[in-house]
């Protein structure tokens, strides 16, 4: 599980980033090949911990078998097509890239904590009067902006985000279950709800 954080400000939103990393188990129900570049690689059964990366066109597994060998399995996906938060997703082999079938979902649930307060420094411009004598004698008076700090008031909230992703791999022509990949993502954002004058 990996913990991130996001500052949000004044309206809610989500960082959803181009590139995801999820820590999982892999469970290779049955010994499956894949490529990489022109080598065809085979994965033994068993249970791996691994990593899956996602980033806008691809999906990356990457883990050690039991023998200490290391893979990493790329597959291509449809550019921006992988749901961010909650939805399923199918791909065949032929836009994987690969001799499997890629499919799986995200679910995402949200916790929101109590609201909080507490004060931060910042910086203010105060008006003041700078007079000068003239050459005549007379004397002139401007307004000039100093910079000062000072403190205000903030109000927020956590909000807890929990992404569990699910991906399988399967047989291209009998859809055998091959592998497949479970691993949890928890977010934590601050999100702004109120910010006081600086005095």
């Known amino acids: 599980m990996q913990f991130l954080k996001c500052l949000l400000f004044v309206v809610p939103f989500f960082c959803v980033s181009a590139f995801a990393s999820v820590e999982g188990l892999f469970h290779v129900e049955t010994p499956f090949s894949y490529t990489k570049g022109s080598k065809t690689l085979t994965v033994p059964a068993g249970d791996y911990k691994a990593d899956l990366k996602t980033r806008s066109s691809s999906m990356t597994l ?3 078998d039991q023998a200490g060998e290391k893979h990493k399995v790329k597959m291509s996906v449809p550019r921006n097509s992988m749901p961010s938060r909650n939805g399923t997703f199918h791909y065949e082999s032929t836009q994987v890239e690969q001799p499997f079938d890629l499919s799986g979902q995200i679910a995402t649930q949200e916790e929101r904590r109590p609201t909080q307060s507490r004060y931060e420094t910042c910086t203010y411009q105060r008006p003041i009067q700078v007079c000068t004598i003239d ?3 007379r004397r002139i008076c401007r307004l000039e902006y100093q910079t000062v ?4 008031q903030v109000l927020f909230h956590y909000l807890i985000s929990t992404s569990a992703t699910l991906v399988t791999l399967e047989g291209a022509t009998d ?3 091959l592998g497949n990949f479970s691993g949890t993502q928890t977010v934590q954002y601050i999100v702004n709800e109120y910010t006081g ?3």
């Open 62 to 64: 990457k883990f050690k």
């Open 135 to 137: 050459p005549t004698g």
């Open 149 to 152: 700090q000072g403190h205000h």
């Open 175 to 177: 859809r055998s279950l």
């Open 197 to 199: 004058p600086c005095q």
